[in-house]
């Protein structure tokens, strides 16, 4: 195990603040280290492995795509492409599907889109896109000048110009930013990486309507919110409001690296041939993942994630050691006690048996969506312990 964290830290690019765990094996809502101890999952890696890890449905599917075709070129048709985009669609009433390999390829896909549809209508000029402050849209050059934190605005200079940030629910702002260069809205109905936290529903009504009087592009990060981690397909459906493009990942594939880019009727046009491209994206043995995903993706299941979140609620709510609860569903922000760090308490959970994740100062959850409740509870008392001894 030494010998492993010794040469990855020799031979891989430290850009990762690792844990000192070596992940061995995991089966479900559990993981097992080098050296044998066994860990409850409260991070699916970070709300990729959406049925937890090897679950058994999504191993055939992956492992009978391996036996059949593992790749071909995006110049040929597919049949696990065309299944899962017409899945997402029905699911979904959007028109089109685009696939990626990542969040930030996803958002991407859709920055291109967005201007495109307003240069074709309006020409040159109008390419503003307006996101949030506190954002999180990736680590491309494109979504870094989209997020909304200035902590990633440093070193890559230039970014891309025409990206306007306003603050989270503040409606007035907003407006106030929108002018003749505007083309699009982009927000993540709940920030993820910024801290977990959910929008007002008022808002994100608000720049529904606001994009439907003004023809702008409503465009909704769901690459963390997305696929049931809400309770919900995708989170934007508990609002009643109609984006123009839907971007997913993480969860979509069960930890596999894939992404979609949904279009609604107005977009359903705006890149045709030559305009946009992958290799990878689109793979059969990913696509054939993520529609194993989505199949499984139902009522029962975002009911599941509903009872979780009122367990959860239930159990840590009035805690002296919880200030607050975030998000939505299975996406859980926690806020620790004054002076507690969530780093500390992240370390002290994987010595108790646990894996949690952090969102800026709060203990971030995103468990597995099947997680038993039992799973559930035992990884929140080992969480409510672990913040007892940090604080000790
Ligand atoms: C993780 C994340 C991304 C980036 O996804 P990658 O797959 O890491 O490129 C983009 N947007 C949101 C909301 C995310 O949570």
Redesign the pocket.
């Known amino acids: 195990m030494t010998d492993i964290i010794k040469e990855d830290n020799e031979n891989i690019l430290n850009t990762y603040k690792r844990f000192n765990v070596v992940i061995k094996e995991g089966h479900g809502s559990t993981f097992t280290s080098f050296d044998g101890k066994k860990y409850i999952d409260f991070s699916s890696g970070?709300g990729t492995n959406s049925f937890g890890a090897c679950d058994s449905e999504w191993v055939n599917a992956v492992v009978n795509q391996a036996k059949t075709v593992q790749h071909t070129s995006n110049l040929f048709y597919t049949e696990p492409q065309v299944k899962l985009a017409k899945l997402l669609c029905e699911k979904t009433g959007m028109k089109k599907v685009f696939f990626s390999n990542?969040?930030?390829?996803s958002?991407e896909c859709a920055i291109k889109a967005a201007r495109k549809y307003s240069f074709d209508k309006y020409g040159m000029g109008r390419s503003e896109i307006i996101t949030l402050e506190n954002s999180?849209?990736?680590?491309t050059i494109a979504t870094l000048s989209a997020t909304g934190q200035d902590v990633f605005h440093q070193y890559f200079f230039p970014f891309v110009g025409d990206f306007i940030h306003t603050p989270a629910n503040d409606i007035k702002a907003l407006d106030e930013k929108i002018n003749e260069k505007t083309c699009a809205i982009m927000i993540?109905t709940v920030q993820?990486?910024g801290g977990v936290n959910a929008l007002d529903s008022e808002f994100i009504k608000h720049i529904d309507k606001v994009c439907k009087e003004k023809d702008l592009v409503f465009i909704v990060?769901e690459?963390?919110t997305g696929n049931g981690r809400t309770g919900y397909l995708y989170s934007y459906m508990e609002y009643n409001v109609n984006p123009n493009i839907v971007t997913t990942?993480?969860g979509l594939a069960g930890g596999l690296p894939f992404g979609a880019i949904l279009f609604d009727s107005k977009l359903e046009n705006t890149l045709s041939y030559g305009q946009h491209g992958t290799t990878f994206g689109g793979n059969p043995i990913c696509a054939s993942a993520a529609y194993s995903v989505l199949t499984r993706l139902d009522d029962k299941l975002f009911n599941h994630v509903k009872e979780c979140r009122k367990y959860l609620e239930n159990k840590l709510k009035g805690n002296k050691y919880i200030k607050s609860i975030s998000g939505k569903g299975m996406m859980v922000g926690i806020e620790l006690p004054d002076g507690v760090k969530a780093y500390d308490v992240a370390v002290k959970c994987m010595e108790n048996g646990l894996i949690p994740l952090t969102a800026k100062s709060k203990i971030r959850l995103l468990p597995p969506l099947n997680i038993s409740i039992e799973e559930l509870d035992l990884g929140l008392d080992i969480l409510l312990k672990s913040i007892e001894e940090v604080i000790k």
Do not use: L, P, T
Not at 102 to 105: H, I, K, P, Q, Y
Not at 136 to 139: I, K, L
């Open positions: 970070i990542s969040g930030a390829e958002n999180f849209h990736g680590r993540e993820g990486e990060d690459v963390q990942a993480k």
